[in-house]
């Protein structure tokens, strides 16, 4: 088992930042891709942003590129999201994700984190 605790969500003015973090404990070993996912009320849950350990690629969907940068500290288990110029649009629950590989981080998610809400204001 795979354990992911978020941190980091909170209120913002449009424009200004926040750093989420997802630190991970259990079978970590097993864990090869992590990233982030988002939802907001009455919408369906969407990729933000991806590591993979295996290439050491990263990935992004278009309406953060720029803007976000995915990271990571291989000796705390723990994977960053730095958002900056955040947009009202950005406001939902963040979720961390782990999968064994990105394929199946996109695919078919093994772990999930709790949440944490980030919420912009205009």
């Known amino acids: 088992q795979v354990q992911l605790v978020e941190s980091g969500g909170g209120l913002v003015q449009a424009g200004g930042s926040l750093r989420l973090s997802c630190a991970a404990s259990?079978?970590?070993?097993?864990?090869?891709?992590m990233g982030w996912f988002r939802q907001a009320p009455g919408k369906e849950r969407e990729f933000v942003a991806a590591f993979s350990g295996s290439s050491g690629n990263t990935y992004y969907t278009d309406s953060v590129k720029g803007r976000f940068s995915i990271s990571r500290d291989d000796a705390k288990n723990t994977v960053y999201l730095q958002m900056n110029s955040l947009k009202p649009e950005d406001t939902a629950v963040y979720y961390c994700a782990a999968g064994l590989t990105y394929g199946r981080l996109r695919h078919s998610t093994d772990y999930w984190g709790q949440g944490t809400q980030v919420t912009v204001s205009s």
């Open positions: 259990g079978r970590t070993f097993s864990t090869n891709a």
